[in-house]
């Protein structure tokens, strides 16, 4: 048998039919008629020298042959898709698609967007809030903005500014608790996405790092770091907000951070894309606009005593 690959058309109407186990369904899906999709596929069977399907009265199933071949059929034209797409979206200086967690996204870029669409109104934005791990190729995305500590092999990563966390609260709790001291007494709000830092930033390592002697053991937990500044924001409580994710709130007012003590970590978002993409106009006019924007907050940053993890760590 020659190791010349048969037509790709043959091997098409293969991976439909194999998806589908079913003619008719396959030939739908390639808008050809059911007869001249079983013509394809036994132009394939015959250049393979054996049978692929075995015909039903009123189905089809997959011979040995063709179990061995639909595997590989189907991942190899998944693979020629994405390719396809990445290929076609470099010729795009248009559209951006970003991924950003739904925090980020939530307490980040939307309530900035509005700033980027005015400097930039050539380019169409589109976002993808999740924690999930993208495939840039397979998820057509552009962009995204992760949190943690990388590495990000393969990908042109740009460590964005450095995370720290400090007590947050609404100026009528800072009248309440006005010492270091007094956040014993108060209602501590815990943001359990960042339970995988190493070691710990939590509101045991920031009282130890002010000298206090308190372990927190009661108080409301979220699992979403925007919820737990939401929670903030409604008076619940204090939170140990995460810079990237307060910052907002702390210029316009609406939370304060009384003690000036910071717990920084190594963890950092990051900007992501495929290498060579970041030079592509769109990804340059986001990645300019988001370091810009970072820098109009830098004076909240530059007025935090921020701890070096050594400095708080067990």
């Known amino acids: 048998m020659p190791d010349r ?3 790709l058309t043959a091997l098409r109407a293969f991976d439909a039919a194999a998806r589908h186990m079913s003619f008719a369904k396959a030939a739908e899906e ?3 008629t ?7 596929i036994k132009s394939l069977e015959t250049h393979l020298g054996a049978p692929l399907f075995r015909r039903l009265n009123r189905a089809v199933e997959l011979t040995e042959a063709g179990r061995a071949l639909a595997p590989g059929a189907q991942d190899g034209f998944q693979t020629l898709a994405a390719a396809w797409r990445a290929a076609a979206r470099l010729q795009d200086n248009v559209t951006l698609t970003v991924t950003a967690g739904p925090a980020f996204t939530a307490k980040w870029l939307a309530p900035r967007l509005y700033e980027f669409a005015q400097s930039h109104p050539e380019v169409e934005l589109r976002f993808s809030a999740s924690l999930k791990m993208m495939d840039f190729a397979r998820d057509a995305i552009d962009v995204a903005i992760r949190f943690g ?14 995370e720290w ?4 609260m609404t100026p009528a709790l800072a009248a309440q608790y006005p010492t270091p001291e007094s956040l014993t007494r108060a209602s501590l709000i815990s943001d359990e996405s960042v339970d995988f830092l190493d070691p710990p930033c939590d509101w045991a ?10 372990v ?3 108080g409301p937990r979220f699992s979403q770091a925007d919820h737990a500044v939401d929670a903030a924001l409604a008076g619940v409580g204090v939170a140990l907000g995460r ?7 702390l210029a316009d007012g609406r939370l304060v951070a009384p003690f000036k003590i910071a717990l920084g970590t190594q963890a950092r978002f990051r900007f992501l894309c495929p290498l060579g993409s970041e030079n592509r106009p769109q990804v340059v006019a986001f990645r300019d606009w988001v370091l810009a924007e970072i820098e109009k907050t830098a004076h909240i940053t530059a007025a935090m005593r921020i701890l070096s993890v050594s400095e708080y760590a067990q």
Do not use: E, T
Request: a neutral charge.
């Open 30 to 32: 390639l808008h050809v």
């Open 205 to 214: 390592a920031w009282f130890r790092a002010m000298g206090i002697d308190h």
């Open 149 to 162: 500590y990388g590495p990000d092999p393969g990908l042109y990563a740009l460590p964005l500014a450095g």
């Open 243 to 249: 810079r990237a994710l307060v910052l907002k709130d």
């Open 216 to 218: 927190p053991n009661h």
């Open 165 to 168: 966390m400090c007590p947050v």
């Open 34 to 40: 059911p007869a001249a999709l079983s013509f394809q």
């Open 5 to 7: 690959l048969p037509p």
